[in-house]
């Protein structure tokens, strides 16, 4: 790993808050796991008692439908982060999580984080902070699954996974059937409608990253000119 833990978990905002004291404390729980592209990270249905920490790679946290379709519900690069619910409960994982490219992660095991909670209640607001947004962004999700086409979803999509990095960029890799699998559309779909938007100037797509061009085009759900 290029990067040091502490470096990793500075830069992420459920720990930005915590004094210098209890970083380092927190930091001195987290351990260094490495996965293979492909490799089955938690499993949907297995206990679970640690959360995760992405250094390095990318992962994809999926559900399975009885017919065996995979739906994605998001796809994570380095300095995102899952399970954390395994801290807080002791249900099984809500869903699987498999490694897009060779990964490097910090894993934090629910013991030691139910330690380390006692003494540090900043840690706790962080966690219900970070829990709250994503429950408000699964509220969105819904929303847009139910009252969006599949041109809305995804615009909305784009513009949600712009907003965890700087706000105009993606540069997490995304194949238009992993987008197809987040929507709930067909690649063709996909394909066409990322087609329209390149060509009417409201994205650019190259091999590093998807930019925004006219954010406020693609918020308004108006591809046409």
Known sequence: MTRSPADVLGAIPLFQNLGDEESAALVALFRERAYARGAMIVSQGAPGDAMFVIAEGQ???AVFSEDGREVILSVLGA???FGEMALLDDEPRSAHVIAMTDATLLQLRREDFRARLRSSPNLAVALLRELSRRLRRADDTITNMAL????GRIAQLLLQLAREEDGVRIT???THATIAQMVGASRETVSRTMKTLADRGIISVNRREILLL???RLRDGSPRD
């Open 59 to 61: 992962v994809k946290v």
């Open 214 to 216: 006219d954010p406020d």
């Open 172 to 174: 997490r890799k995304l």
């Open 148 to 151: 969006l086409d599949v041109n």
């Open 79 to 81: 300095g995102g982060f």
